[in-house]
């Protein structure tokens, strides 16, 4: 892993010279607030819920579809600043249901197609956590119970969080969870799209990918059991990876600029040495 971070950082970085850095809604429905949201809780129960793992990626992509949308809940009878729209923005912000081109730590259809167990589940309970939100503002500003999180599809999610949790389990045997990470992360590497000299926004993307891929390493480091007795290893397989995530958060934001990021080289292309040594104390390959 090592040599593949430092070689394909190493290629971002030359490209720098040549140039500077660049940075689902529903199908609109009219009507009342609650024809609105009576009209997506049947769409989504005329949505199949998953019978395996392979049909949630395409499920998810209609349930984005499905609830309602800026335009219509721009006719609600409530505050711009009030708690429903606060927790919808929540939803729309989040990336959950979305599948980019790129790499992103905050897609559940790219958790699951990479088999990320650990991201997977986190992706769904922060989904559900911010449906829960949406049923709790809609009684607070007083919407009709039709635009309750049943709007949004918390009824069709509920099965899709029970088949990830049941078909991506973890083993509880951290080296087996750990090294299944750390393959998942050196393939996620591998698919990053070759970088384009000539383009500055190829770069930009290049880091982007390369910052949400050690995100969702760092989910899984989080969310699988630490080795028996907590070793000093551990905690330091931990602190290595937050280090290095906070790195390529600051390479990859948009008002980092060309000097900053040349300034930051180095240290990127050193990321992985801590990494794979924090990772072999304990038994993983990494």
């Known amino acids: ?55 949630i990626p395409a499920g998810l992509d209609k ?7 800026t335009e219509e809940v721009n006719t609600f009878p409530i505050n711009p600043e ?6 919808y923005d929540r939803l729309n ?14 897609s559940i259809i790219q958790a699951v197609k990479a088999g990320d167990g650990p991201l997977a589940n986190k992706l769904m309970a922060h989904l559900q956590d911010i449906l829960a939100a949406i049923g709790r503002a809609q009684k607070k ?17 509920a099965p899709v969080a029970a088949v990830i949790k049941a078909s991506l389990p973890l083993t509880a045997n951290f080296t087996t969870d750990m090294n299944a990470a750390c393959t998942r992360f050196v393939s996620r590497v591998q698919t990053i799209p070759a970088l384009d000299l000539t383009d500055p926004s190829s ?6 990918n390369f910052d949400q891929t050690f995100h969702a390493l760092q989910v899984d480091a989080q969310t699988i059991a630490p ?6 290893a551990y905690n330091t397989l931990r602190r290595v990876l937050d280090q290095a995530v906070t790195k390529l958060d600051k390479a990859a934001a948009p008002e980092t600029s060309v000097s900053q990021l040349r300034a930051l080289g180095p240290q990127l ?17 990494c």
């Open 93 to 106: 912000g989040s990336g959950l249901l979305q599948d980019p081109t790129g790499i992103a730590a905050d």
């Open 227 to 232: 080795p028996p007795g907590n070793p000093p």
């Open 1 to 55: 892993m090592q040599r593949i971070l430092a070689g394909v950082v190493a290629l971002a970085m030359l490209s720098l010279a040549a140039g500077g850095r660049d940075v689902g809604d529903s199908a609109h429905r009219r009507g009342t607030p609650a024809q609105i949201c009576k009209a997506a809780v049947k769409a989504f129960a005329r949505l199949s819920p998953p019978a395996s793992l392979q049909d």
């Open 63 to 69: 349930a984005s579809t499905l609830y309602p949308g």
């Open 82 to 87: 009030g708690p429903f729209w606060a927790a």
């Open 203 to 208: 770069v930009e993307d290049f880091i982007t």
């Open 269 to 285: 292309t050193s990321l992985a040495q801590p990494i794979s040594a924090a990772a072999a104390a304990l038994g993983v390959t």
């Open 141 to 157: 500003d007083k919407l009709p119970a039709a635009c309750s999180s049943q709007a949004f599809g918390a009824a069709y999610f």
